[in-house]
């Protein structure tokens, strides 16, 4: 499985945006971009998920390079809600794959009132 | 909608003592993943299930580990015997398809092996 780079941690102020960055200069053709957060305490969520083109949901943005080597994640306006570790992922969506993903260690968001 | 249901949501037992946790995922999902987390190696996936059929165990660190999932709305893990190196966070996911879709976690199961 392709790998993935994130810093370990960072901080924002609230009500500010967060761009998250990841590098996956390893990606394969077939891989798509997934993020993941995971809150205190809780579970990790599904956050957004892209191939090539940007992607907006109501949680977050998704911003791909043209070379599909790297990507951010865009939290417009930053909420204490979101502090929560921020999980890259990169999963295959070609025939035979299996769906797993394999979490790295994530980017721990901090943010400050 | 409830959710991934997972229990107990806390277990505190003593080495050398089997542990079972559950799982029922979400109603109509067909993939069905087993995670453990743990401070020094992350999240890590252990086994998952496709229309109720185990499809990779690779991750499952040893023959104390065992997974089962009798139909299509409960699995259990089960560890026996435990040891004090088991003790983690264990989730479970389920997700629609294999391929592709979100995987919707629940709430896991605190383990501690004395």
């Known amino acids: 499985d392709a790998k993935t780079t994130q810093p370990n941690s960072m901080e924002s102020n609230e009500e500010e945006p967060v761009h998250l960055p990841c590098n996956h200069s390893t990606i394969s053709g077939t891989d798509y971009i997934h993020w993941y957060r995971q809150l205190p305490s809780q579970g990790p969520e599904y956050v957004i998920h892209g191939l090539t083109s940007n992607v907006n949901n109501r949680m977050a943005s998704l911003a791909i390079a043209e070379d599909r080597k790297s990507s951010t994640l865009i939290l417009h306006r930053a909420t204490l809600r979101d502090a929560a570790v921020y999980y890259c992922i990169l999963r295959g969506h070609g025939s035979g794959n299996t769906g797993k993903l394999i979490f790295g260690q994530g980017t721990t968001l901090q943010v400050k009132p | 909608d409830a959710g991934v249901i997972q229990s107990p949501r806390h277990e505190v037992t003593e080495m050398g003592q089997e542990v079972t946790l559950r799982c029922k995922p979400i109603s109509g999902h067909n993939s069905l993943f087993w995670y453990r987390q743990t401070m020094m190696r992350g999240l890590e996936l252990l086994i998952y299930f496709n229309n109720n059929v185990p499809i990779d165990d690779s991750g499952m660190p040893e023959d104390r580990f065992s997974a089962k999932m009798p139909n299509a709305s409960f699995s259990t893990l089960k560890i026996q015997p435990s040891e004090p190196r088991d003790s983690a966070v264990y989730f479970c996911?389920?997700?629609?398809?294999?391929?592709?879709?979100?995987?919707?976690f629940g709430p896991g199961t605190r383990l501690t092996v004395l």
């Open positions: 996911a389920s997700s629609l398809q294999v391929r592709g879709n979100e995987q919707f």
